[in-house]
């Protein structure tokens, strides 16, 4: 039988014998197939094998995790550190440093989780180096990087990620919400909601959040700004976030108690969005065949609740958005019917939702020339003016 298949299977004197042959033979070919094999595991699996993997190392034989080092895989760099530690601890700090300043990117990735297990004071002189590794392009390092950076309370570099955060610059400022969130700059949290609002890249932005504050607790810290992430949130669903995080952000629950206790106009605009876009999910078998029977399961029970929810309830709710400074105007415009509503919004200042508005008038089939001379009037962007002339 395949090694790969009795490492990873459910029969222990298989997996314990092959992880034992691993480790003790520093078997790197064998070590590196498991490692191409990350996508085709589910995180179970690669848990398990961690724990195999690390049963089996002891003070003779812990040293060959080092062979390994050239394959790098975020499911085993945790347990290659913890290893390391363990038997090695300070004494092996030395050597641990050398393959940070000259080794591969693989090999600094995992050195530099090492380095978040050893006492601060040794390692302080690495904090010039580890900004640096922060803005790897080999991603596994810039994240052990910023994580370590953030374990020593480096303050310089979290300063610079919200000077970042300010740039002109979209991708900049995408960037910069990514280190903050690694950083664990939970502080930030409001600067990166106000940087979410006006981003083109808000789907991406929103999609990091989760990851420096539960959409549970954000929805308690201010409901309104956690209805504003999670709509961009299931906007993303699946071309930027996978299904999966479905139970990964308890989206069941957290929809559930929405509209059973805190239904108002911006919870009626993202179950909206969510009872559509659960819907497409469900009706187009591309959107889930990659995902497993639990992912698959917990979008089948949300579209089931999302289809008991009375869309008019809903609807006659949403209204309430539908003005220029509203974060949801945008949102709830796409539920608008009545063609008068659309028209009156055609007069506003904001012009992004001007475009959107004779968009949709498009889709219908109602767009006049005199709504496009009214928003002529307002729009002074000559990009935004000339995509008006062309509809």
Do not use: W
Request: aromatic share 10%.
């Amino acid at each position: 039988m395949d090694l790969i298949k009795k490492l990873t299977g459910k029969n222990p004197d298989e997996y314990e014998k092959v992880a034992k042959s691993l480790v003790d033979n520093s078997d790197v070919n064998l070590f590196s197939k498991l490692v191409k094999q990350d996508d085709f595991l589910f995180d179970f699996v690669k848990n398990n094998v961690a724990k195999r993997i690390r049963n089996a190392c002891n003070k003779d034989n812990y040293l060959n995790l080092l062979n390994f080092t050239e394959f790098y895989s975020a499911s085993y760099d945790d347990m290659f550190a913890d290893v390391l530690y363990q038997y090695g601890e300070l004494e092996l700090l030395p050597v641990i440093k050398e393959i940070f300043l000259n080794g591969t990117e693989s090999q600094k990735a995992y050195a530099v989780k090492f380095f978040s297990l050893v006492p601060k004071e040794y390692i302080t002189d690495l904090i010039p180096l580890l900004r640096t590794s922060a803005s790897s392009k080999f991603e596994p390092l810039a994240i052990n990087s910023i994580e370590a950076l953030s374990y020593l309370g480096d303050e310089v570099s979290k300063e610079e990620a919200l000077v970042k955060l300010k740039s002109d610059d979209e991708f900049e400022q995408y960037n910069a919400v990514k280190f903050l969130v690694t950083y664990q700059a939970k502080d930030a949290l409001d600067d990166i909601i106000e940087v979410m609002k006006k981003s083109t890249l808000s789907e991406n932005i929103a999609s990091e959040i989760p990851y420096l504050i539960s959409l549970e607790d954000l929805l308690k810290r201010d409901l309104d700004s956690g209805m504003l992430v999670l709509s961009h949130i299931v906007n993303a669903i699946p071309e930027i976030i996978p299904p999966s995080v479905v139970i990964d952000y308890n989206l069941y629950n957290i929809f559930e108690d929405l509209y059973l206790e805190n239904l108002t106009s911006t919870s009626a605009i993202l179950l909206r969005l969510a009872k559509d876009k659960f819907a497409e999910l469900v009706s187009n078998e591309e959107y889930l065949f990659d995902c497993d029977k639990n992912t698959k399961d917990e979008v089948l029970a949300i579209n089931n609740l999302l289809d008991g929810v009375n869309r008019q309830k809903l609807n006659s709710l949403l209204y309430e958005e539908l003005y220029d400074e509203s974060d949801f105007v945008l949102f709830a415009v796409d539920f608008v019917d009545e063609i008068e509503e659309l028209e009156t919004l055609i007069d506003s200042s904001n012009q992004t939702l001007i475009l959107k508005v004779l968009s949709l008038l498009k889709e219908k089939g109602l767009l006049k020339d005199s709504h496009k001379e009214l928003a002529l009037k307002r729009i002074t962007n000559n990009e935004m003016q000339e995509f008006v002339k062309v509809l």
